[in-house]
């Protein structure tokens, strides 16, 4: 059997979702979970987007071991210096860069001939090649690209030194079959000598489709992302194409190193970090991917599971709901448990995840996995404290004006205001605004209860802008107005960290 390479951009391609953005240490907390899902490369960034791409891709590299860090550029040369500065301390690193060259993106984009675009490319790749030994081209817009010429280039780069060359569906506009035989005429041209990588956007609803058919026709890697998040409609799915080819081995007849029973963790952390929610339905990770609801189903696994059911779902990582640590749970108790639940935190971190876990403990009865998973992913966020909720007392009901006191610490101040408004929210978020003297707009409100009861902790996810600027702040409690307050100071501490 074949083994495909599992190449993971989440934190690439993933980041450009609308609304995705995630901070160096939500960066480094997903690209651990990578790699104990077993991804083969992580795209950690395209550092010379911003300083922050590059502290975030340098931090990964430095950090996070068990992968490959690749780093993305495009075909420059200070590009390449600069994801070669970010990614060369990872024990093993990638630089990927890329060039346009279907005619679309050269005659309207890029004014330049197909003559200077392969002369670049392979001038880029040879220069990338004199710094990293694992270098791995693009042509971007390759499905729009007259095959000839794609071709041509990808001799020219392989011949260079690329290790890799991935053909990217940028705009997500081929079909399987088309893809299936563009990745057999180039597989039949470059035959052993590198690796055909593909890259499939989603615009279509084919992105997982056609990665498949790629991988029928000689590809070697998928590039794709956790629950398909991605620029526009998105990027081919990784839980989808991994799963697709494990269920269906006997056709494919290709392996993966994935290691599936982490892949409803690292959807749900994804989940968690960027506040963006997967449908119900969708395939592997929606909430009722193996949720039965017809009765002639339902009878018909309750005498063979195989009657209806095509993957177990535990092989994804999907358990019951594990009951676990209540308030007479001990600090070791809650030690071990986030161990099992594959965190590593620091002592301090540790200390305060606890006395958030006691505080909840007195609040709920049972504290279940989510509701750790929950406190522990707000915990190593880590945005410095500009503004700190002390007190929180709303008053509202069908006869009075709903009315907010809200108490806060203010830059190490005490400030307290009193606001009305159209709800609890409202009146809340009135009043904090005041003493913050914010002036960003709310985009985006969200609450959802992260297990079953009205004990339940609630989670609020609200996105602010402010000059351009959006953050996405969180918040959790048991109280759903102080979840809301919580989630709206947390945005408000990302802005200011932004601004700084
Ligand atoms: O979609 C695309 O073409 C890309 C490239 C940079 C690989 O993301
Ligand atoms: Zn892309």
New binding site residues.
């Given amino acids: 059997m074949r083994t495909i390479r599992i190449f993971d ?1 989440t934190l ?2 993933g980041e450009q979702s609308p609304g995705a953005s995630m901070n160096v240490e939500e960066k480094i907390q997903l690209a651990r979970q990578l790699v104990k899902l077993g991804v083969d490369v992580i795209e950690a960034g395209f550092p010379i987007a911003s300083p922050g791409d590059f502290e975030a891709v340098k931090r990964i590299a430095g950090e996070v071991q068990g992968t490959t860090i690749a780093g ?1 550029a495009r075909a420059r040369e200070e590009d390449i210096k600069r994801a070669w500065e970010a990614v060369k301390d990872a024990p093993r690193h990638r630089i ?1 860069t ?1 060039h346009s060259t279907s005619d679309i993106h050269l005659k309207y984009q890029f004014r330049v001939s197909r003559e200077e675009a392969i002369k670049r490319s392979v001038a880029m790749v040879k220069f990338a090649r004199s710094l990293a030994g694992d270098v791995e081209f ?1 042509p ?3 499905t729009r690209t007259e095959l000839p010429y794609l071709i041509e280039v990808v001799l020219a780069v392989v011949e260079a030194g690329a290790g890799t060359v ?1 053909i ?3 705009v997500g506009y081929t079909s399987p079959l088309e893809f299936g035989s563009m990745i057999r005429a180039i597989k039949a041209r470059i035959g052993d000598r590198a690796v055909i990588s593909v ?1 499939c ?1 989603n615009d279509l609803g084919l992105a997982v489709a056609n990665s498949l058919a790629a991988v029928l026709n000689g590809a070697g890697q998928v ?1 794709c992302t956790i629950n398909g998040i991605g ?1 526009r409609a998105g ?1 081919c799915s990784m839980e989808e194409v991994v799963m697709n080819l494990n269920t269906r081995k006997d056709y494919y007849k290709a392996v993966t190193n994935i290691n599936t029973r982490e892949i409803i963790r690292t959807s749900r952390l994804l989940t968690r970090i960027t506040g963006i929610h997967v449908q119900p339905n969708k395939a592997i990770v929606g909430a009722n991917a193996f949720a039965h609801e017809s009765g002639i189903h339902q009878d018909g696994l309750l005498k063979e599971k195989m009657t209806y059911e095509i993957m177990k779902p535990e092989d994804v990582g999907l358990k019951e709901t594990e009951l676990i640590l209540g308030k007479h749970s001990g600090r070791h108790a809650f030690k071990t448990r986030l161990h099992d639940l594959g965190y590593e935190l620091t002592q301090d971190e540790v200390e305060s995840a606890f006395s958030k876990f006691k505080h909840l403990a007195d609040q709920k009865k049972v504290i279940f996995d989510e509701d750790i998973e929950t406190l522990v992913t707000q915990q190593v966020s880590r945005t410095p404290e500009v503004f700190r909720l002390t007190d929180l007392n709303v008053a509202s009901g069908m006869n009075i004006v709903p009315k907010s006191t809200v108490k806060m610490k203010i830059r190490g101040k005490t400030v307290q205001k009193t606001a009305k408004g159209d709800g609890p929210v409202d009146a809340t978020y009135k009043a904090i605004a005041a003493m913050t003297k914010t002036k960003s707009s709310l985009l985006k409100f969200e609450v959802k209860g992260i297990t079953g009861g009205t004990d339940a902790l609630g989670e609020v996810v609200v996105s602010i802008e402010e000059g351009g600027r959006s953050v996405r702040g969180q918040g959790a409690d048991t109280d759903i107005i102080l979840a809301a307050a919580k989630a709206y100071i947390n945005a408000l501490n990302k802005l200011a960290a932004r601004k700084k």
């Fill in positions: 951009t690439r391609d993305l990927h890329f693009s971007m817009d390759a991935n990217p569906d940028t890259h956007h590039e620029e990027n």
